[in-house]
C-alpha cells in the first residue's frame, strides 16, 4: 500500500475515450461520498475534457489539478486530477471514432502503469475504451489487456468477472469469434486457464479455492450425443489440473453452473468464451459487474461496458459500474497487500 496515515488504497482513475462516456461515468462516480470510505480516487487524464463532462451532467466539484498522486485531497467533493493530455473539447467530438481520442486513452493507460510501477498508486480502474479509436491512432494493442501486459511486460493474464459478492468468472477466451473460441480450446489451454485462475484466487487470499468449469455443450455433450468436446478436451483438462493440485470440477452444464457458484458450491467459474460468461454476469447483476486482470504486478479493473457513442455528452449515461469498478480495485488491493503480508509473515 502507498506510504502514509491513510490506509484506504490509492486507486489512478483512467478517463477511457473521451470521445464517449468514459469522463461523464467518471465525474459522476467520483460524486459519491461512500466511496472515499475506503479508497482514494485519483483521476488519470484531461482537465478541460474533465470539466467539460461534469457540465455536460450538471456535476458541481472542484477539480484540483496536482502533479503527484501524493498531492490529491482525496476528499468528497473534489476530483483530482493528474493532467495526462492537453486536448481542447473542440478536438475530440463525442460519438466519433478519432486517432485524437484513441491517442489520448493510450496516454492515461501508459500513465497508469508509470505511477503503478513505481508503489505510487495501489490500483488502477479503467473507464471505457473503443477498439477502433486506438486502432486509428496507431496503438499497436487491441484492447486494455492487452496493452497492460504488453507495457507490464506480464504473461498469464486472465480476465475475472466480479460480480458483486457472490459471482467470480474467468474466461478461457475472450475477443474472438465463436467458431475461433471453440478451435483453441485445447487440453493444454483449458489446463492452463485452470492453473492460473486458481493461482489468482490464492494471490487474492481465497486459500484452496474451488473451480467450476463449464461445459461447452447441451447438458455437457450428452455423453457425445451433442458433441464430444467434454469428453476429449475438458474432462481431461480437469483431470490434469486436479492432478496438478488444482480443486477443479467439470465439465458442468452450463446452464446451472453459474447458479452453483451463486450457491457457494464454488468459489469462481471458469467460462469457455466471451458470450457464456458475460450472459451470466450482466443477467445476474449488470451494474456491478467489473471486469479484473489478473496476473499483473497490480490490481486493475475496469467497467464491464463499452464507450457509447450514440449517449455520450447527453449526460445520461449510469456510474455505477465506474463507481463499483473502483470500489473494486480498493479491494482487491487490499486483498493483495493482506495476501503478501500473510505469505511474508508465514
Given at each position: 500500500m502507498t506510504e502514509g496515515p491513510d490506509h484506504r488504497p490509492l486507486v489512478g482513475v483512467t478517463m477511457g475515450d473521451p470521445a464517449g462516456i468514459g469522463p461523464e461515468i467518471v465525474v459522476r462516480a467520483l460524486t459519491r461520498p461512500e466511496l472515499y470510505r475506503s479508497v482514494r480516487p485519483l483521476v488519470l487524464g484531461d482537465e478541460a475534457l474533465l470539466a467539460r463532462a461534469a457540465e455536460i451532467c450538471g456535476v458541481k466539484v472542484e477539480v484540483n489539478v496536482v502533479d503527484a498522486p501524493a498531492a490529491g485531497r482525496l476528499v468528497p467533493g473534489v476530483v483530482d486530477l493528474i493532467p495526462v493530455t492537453e486536448l481542447s473539447p473542440e478536438q475530440v467530438p463525442f460519438g466519433r471514432v478519432s486517432p485524437e481520442a484513441g491517442r489520448a486513452c493510450f496516454e492515461y493507460i501508459k500513465k497508469s502503469v508509470e505511477l503503478a510501477l513505481a508503489g505510487r498508486i495501489d490500483a488502477v480502474a479503467t473507464a471505457p475504451v473503443n477498439k477502433a479509436a486506438l486502432q486509428a491512432a496507431g496503438v499497436p494493442y487491441l484492447d486494455h489487456t492487452q496493452a497492460y501486459a504488453a507495457l507490464t511486460g506480464s504473461t498469464g493474464v486472465l480476465t475475472m468477472f466480479v460480480v458483486g459478492d457472490r459471482l467470480k468468472i474467468f474466461f478461457a477466451t475472450r475477443h474472438v469469434s465463436l467458431r475461433q473460441a471453440i478451435a483453441e480450446l485445447t487440453v493444454n489451454r483449458v489446463y492452463e486457464v485452470l492453473v492460473l485462475a486458481d493461482r489468482a484466487l490464492r494471490r487474492f487470499g481465497f486459500g484452496d479455492p474451488?473451480?467450476?468449469?463449464?461445459?461447452?455443450?447441451?447438458?455437457?455433450?450428452?455423453?457425445?450425443?451433442?458433441?464430444?468436446?467434454?469428453?476429449?478436451?475438458?474432462?481431461?483438462?480437469?483431470?490434469?489440473?486436479?492432478?496438478?493440485?488444482?480443486?477443479?470440477?467439470?465439465?458442468?452444464?452450463?446452464?446451472?453452473?453459474?447458479?452453483?457458484?451463486?450457491?457457494?458450491?464454488?468459489?469462481?467459474?471458469?467460462?469457455?468464451?466471451?458470450?457464456?460468461?458475460?450472459?451470466?454476469?450482466?443477467?445476474?447483476?449488470?451494474?456491478?459487474?467489473?471486469?479484473?486482470?489478473?496476473?499483473?504486478?497490480?490490481?486493475?479493473?475496469?467497467?464491464?461496458?463499452?464507450?457509447?457513442?450514440?449517449i455520450a455528452g447527453r449526460g445520461i449515461a449510469r456510474a455505477e459500474s465506474m463507481a463499483e469498478a473502483v470500489r473494486v480495485a480498493g479491494e482487491y488491493a487490499r486483498r493483495l497487500w493482506a495476501a503478501s503480508r500473510s505469505t511474508a509473515g508465514g
Open positions: 474451488r473451480l467450476a468449469l463449464a461445459a461447452l455443450n447441451p447438458h455437457a455433450g450428452e455423453g457425445g450425443l451433442f458433441g464430444d468436446e467434454e469428453i476429449t478436451v475438458l474432462a481431461p483438462a480437469v483431470e490434469r489440473a486436479r492432478a496438478a493440485g488444482v480443486r477443479a470440477d467439470g465439465p458442468i452444464p452450463a446452464d446451472s453452473v453459474f447458479y452453483l457458484c451463486l450457491q457457494g458450491r464454488y468459489d469462481a467459474v471458469v467460462s469457455l468464451y466471451h458470450d457464456q460468461g458475460h450472459i451470466a454476469a450482466k443477467t445476474y447483476d449488470f451494474d456491478r459487474t467489473v471486469s479484473l486482470t489478473t496476473g499483473l504486478p497490480f490490481v486493475r479493473t475496469s467497467v464491464d461496458h463499452g464507450t457509447a457513442y450514440d
